[in-house]
């Protein structure tokens, strides 16, 4: 078991900077590999970026790519969303997801690769 719990969402005007937090409990969080999702209104939820286990590798989706960074500090067992430039089109509200059986330096996209989920942050850029 691990509990997420988000942090850091607000009201923004384009253009601003915003970064979310996300602390993990109940297992060891260098284990855990992260990833990051949102879902817009009246939309699916989707891919935003991910961190493997160690650091060493992440990804991201296109439409973020450049923008956003995603880091860990396995100390303080938190995963960062640092985003840049934000847009309107990037309301929504924000979800960190841990995936327990990950491998080392494997990173993970799917929504199915994750079993544990925060209760969300909310992300509102004005236009």
């Known amino acids: 078991q691990v509990q997420l719990v988000e942090s850091g969402g607000g009201l923004v005007q384009a253009g601003d900077s915003l970064r979310l937090s996300c602390a993990a409990s109940?297992?060891?969080?260098?284990?855990?590999?992260m990833g990051w999702f949102r879902q817009a209104p009246g939309k699916e939820r989707e891919f935003v970026a991910a961190?493997?286990?160690?650091?060493?590798?992440?990804a991201y989706a296109d439409s973020v790519k450049g923008r956003f960074t995603i880091s860990r500090d396995n100390d303080k067992n938190t995963v960062y969303l640092q985003m840049y430039s934000l847009k309107h089109e990037d309301t929504a509200v924000y979800y960190c997801?841990?995936?327990?059986?990950?491998?080392?330096?494997?990173?993970?996209?799917?929504?199915?690769?994750?079993?544990?989920w925060g209760q969300g942050t909310q992300v509102t850029v004005s236009s």
């Open positions: 961190i493997s286990r160690s650091a060493a590798n992440s």
């Open positions: 109940g297992r060891t969080f260098s284990s855990i590999a």
């Open positions: 997801a841990a995936n327990l059986g990950s491998l080392y330096s494997s990173i993970y996209v799917r929504q199915s690769d994750y079993g544990y």
